[in-house]
């Protein structure tokens, strides 16, 4: 797989989405035009059923456009074997979704180590533990996901996405279930990742919070994008 790395970072050409069920045809995205510069902190905003979780999932390459191309690195998404894009995923791209999967039959801390392990880079303990701190969670390093809240596990598993460091972090909705204290915390150690690795970062979010910290709201509605712009000008 040949990355452009003059390229943006995601570029999306007319991108619709459609999802087809039995008797109603939904159309999630009808059009949607963007571009992502490497290192840009870009905030999603827009109503529940906007479209902001399918925008996520296809720049992940976890979905594919019904029409229009998505296209990481000058690569288009859609065009990749399956078993390309999962080394992308693995690789480059780390995400953070909602539903949260962390390994159940490892601590936090072991699952922060494989993380760090599957995307090419063997940590100690201490480092692990030094993610876990980050997010708030040092405390339950030695704890298994089943015994934490579902605000833990997601902080647990941006603790694992650091630990990754790539070179994208898309996070849907990570600041959702937590108190104000917890999400300026896990936005401090995301604005650190983009300081120090360069990492280009998207958050959907309800929250205002997130998107005052963002370089740039997106704003959907009704699977457009309606507004577009540098909040801190
Ligand atoms: P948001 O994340 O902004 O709340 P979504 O991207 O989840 O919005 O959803 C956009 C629209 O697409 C909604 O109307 C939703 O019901 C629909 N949708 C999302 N995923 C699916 C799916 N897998 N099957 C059918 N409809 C879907
Ligand atoms: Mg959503």
Do not use: W, Y
């Not at 490892?106 to 922060?112: A, G, P, S």
């Not at 898309?170 to 896990?186: C, N, P």
């Amino acid at each position: 797989m040949v990355m452009n790395t003059d390229a943006a970072t995601f570029e999306l050409t007319d991108v619709i989405r459609v999802f087809r069920e039995v008797d109603v045809e939904t159309i999630a995205l009808r059009g949607v035009d963007l571009s992502i510069a490497p290192g840009e902190f870009v905030a999603v905003t827009g109503r529940s059923g906007s479209g902001k979780s399918t925008l996520l999932s296809l720049m992940a390459g976890a979905d594919r456009p019904t029409a229009g191309r998505v296209a990481f690195r000058g690569v288009d998404l859609g065009r990749l074997e399956d078993r390309e894009r999962d080394e992308l995923r693995g690789s480059e791209i780390g995400i953070v979704f909602q539903a949260q999967n962390l390994f159940s039959m490892l601590t936090l801390r072991e699952n922060v180590e494989l993380a760090a392990r599957l995307a090419g880079r063997t940590i100690a303990s201490e480092e692990a533990v030094a993610q876990l701190e980050a997010v708030g969670l040092a405390a339950r390093a030695e704890h298994r996901p089943e015994s934490l809240s579902g605000g833990e596990q997601q902080r647990g598993a941006l603790a694992c996405i650091l630990a990754a460091r790539p070179s994208v972090l898309l996070g849907d909705e990570i600041t959702g279930e937590l108190d104000t204290h917890s999400a300026d915390a896990v936005l401090d150690v995301v604005e650190r990742l983009r300081d120090e690795s360069g990492t280009t970062v998207l958050l959907a979010t309800h929250d205002a919070r997130v998107a005052r910290r963002a370089d740039r709201v997106l704003q959907l509605r009704d699977g457009r994008v309606v507004h577009d712009g540098t909040e801190r000008q």
